[in-house]
């Protein structure tokens, strides 16, 4: 049976990290933009961009996959920096050279509507910026400030894999945003896929509602501090210790933010004791679970 490789050419911002993680969770080994140094026996590919050692593979020796043979799957691979930009995924040359060597290669492009990929990348560090001062592929340098410049671009980059790889199986074009995503890669790859979600939103990563089999196997968890709800209720505090904006005691024992205690002796602060009451055992539940997560 031919080993399975992925390569993705997707454009930056388009669910790259989300299909990195799902790929992992199946049991590949992914390259995602850049290689880190504990996924590497190499030293020389320690840090490196995988567009570089794409590049580098396909002139010195023809073969883009020359120098990575360790890894089963490209999730994201150009990179652009103030002085240097690559796009091996909108070269032709590259493709092709990819595809005469390891024939068994599938690619898949992720994909999201234009809109929202041009305002994820306007929202992405400094990447709006970077763009129209680099030199990309279909995208010259001066171009790609607006969302209708960007948007073109990417319309253009898909338009033009889709029209490459016409009629062919070897493909998928991948809306990362639609309700069957997940089920759409396992079949083409052949692969089962345990996780899939949403990833690197905006610099944070949360799992989404996960399915395998059809089972859902998980809630979406925010990944940044929940707002804690303060709870009135005679002799009870608040959950974690809810404030008060100058710290003060509330009427029902919620304490202010020096932890000083409430009419009923229940102490507030970070990390607070709960003194049970007769009859509220359902807030001192809800108390504790809260504190917990």
Known sequence: ?????????????SGTTTLSRALKRG???????RIRKFQTARAELGQAFVADVLYRGYYHTGDPLAELDE???ISEMSYMREDHSAWPQMDFGLIAAIEARHPDVKFVATRRDARDL???MLGWTNMASRLPRAEIPGLPKGYGETGA???????AHYAHLARLFAGRDNYLELDVAAEDAQQQLARFLGLELPWW????ERGTAKDASVKSGGKSKGKAKATGKAKAKGKRSTGSTGSTGSTGSTGSTGSTGSTGSTGSTGSTGSTGSTG???TRQPGDTDAVKTAQRETSE
């Open 71 to 73: 890894f089963d799957a």
């Open 1 to 13: 049976m031919a080993r399975l490789r992925v390569l993705n050419l997707g454009l930056p911002k």
């Open 149 to 155: 410049e960007r948007m073109q671009w990417i319309d």
């Open 27 to 33: 049991g590949l080994k992914v390259a995602d933009h």
């Open 272 to 274: 607070s004791t709960v």
């Open 118 to 120: 041009s305002r994820s």
């Open 197 to 200: 979600g949403v990833a690197n």
